[in-house]
């Protein structure tokens, strides 16, 4: 019976010591904080990329061949007087094949050539000129235009300064209607942009043109970059 007694005695001031430490660290790792959300859009294109294509269609390969060169030559003297750095023109793509009825027994209808280039302008205030130029100047395929961020860090950078004055000044005016202030920020956590893959814009993908059209009918557009943060700031 004593001994049983012994052990109880042990046990509680084992308990003793135990517990005030154990309510010591809860206090520590629970302070009395506010959690928020934060976030920030920032809208902006600071380039564009053209990828414009020109198909020639004759009988005589070598005709349609001239007939392709000299649009494209066009269009590169277009691009080049709009101030399109060379490095930023590219051709990307040159085909040349028979074309073919679609009757049981295919007839050789002619030929076609197809060249493919991409141009990348800088100055965004130069888009619709060129665009519309191109067309009259005989583009007849837009394969792609896709508005971009030359500099997406400094943007993000941006915008996340921005949700965190956001987040800042939300919990401040939660605190206020609670009748507290906030205090020194207890936790940062920046949150992923789910619907956000890449700072870049794509309008169209493939879509053809009237061999005559005379004015460009894609809009312009901009990027957008968010940032998201949720911060914790203790409550005095």
């Known amino acids: 019976m004593k001994r049983k007694l012994a052990q109880a005695a042990v046990i509680l001031a084992f308990c003793a010591t135990l517990i005030p430490s154990l309510l010591a660290q809860d206090n520590c790792n629970h302070p009395r904080i506010i959690s928020v959300t934060g976030n920030a859009e920032i809208r902006v294109a600071d380039e564009v990329s053209l990828t414009l294509g020109v198909d020639s269609h004759d009988k005589d390969l070598a005709v349609a061949k001239v007939d392709n060169?000299?649009?494209?030559?066009?269009?590169?003297?277009?691009?080049?007087?709009?101030?399109?750095?060379?490095?930023?023109i590219q051709t990307s793509a040159l085909t040349m094949g028979p074309e073919y009825s679609d009757e049981k027994i295919p007839k050789l209808l002619g030929y076609q050539v197809s060249q493919t280039v991409t141009v990348t302008l800088t100055d965004l205030s130069k888009y619709e000129d060129l665009m519309t130029n191109s067309l009259r100047g005989g583009v007849n395929r837009?394969?792609?235009?896709?508005?971009?961020?030359?500099?997406?860090?400094?943007?993000?950078?941006?915008?996340?300064?921005?949700?965190?004055?956001?987040?800042?000044?939300k919990a401040r005016a939660m605190a206020a209607e609670l009748g507290q202030t906030i205090g020194k920020p207890w936790e940062v956590t920046e949150q992923p942009d789910i619907d956000a893959?890449?700072?870049?814009?794509?309008?169209?993908?493939?879509?053809?043109?009237?061999?005559?059209?005379?004015?460009?009918?894609?809009?312009?557009?901009?990027?957008?970059?968010r940032a998201f943060v949720r911060v914790s700031f203790q409550l005095e």
């Open 69 to 88: 060169d000299k649009r494209i030559k066009k269009l590169l003297t277009l691009a080049h007087a709009a101030g399109v750095d060379p490095k930023n």
């Open 142 to 169: 837009v394969d792609g235009i896709n508005f971009f961020v030359a500099d997406p860090k400094k943007y993000r950078e941006e915008a996340r300064l921005q949700a965190v004055r956001a987040a800042r000044e």
């Open 197 to 225: 893959q890449d700072v870049t814009a794509n309008f169209g993908m493939r879509y053809k043109m009237p061999m005559q059209q005379e004015q460009s009918t894609v809009a312009g557009g901009e990027v957008t970059v």
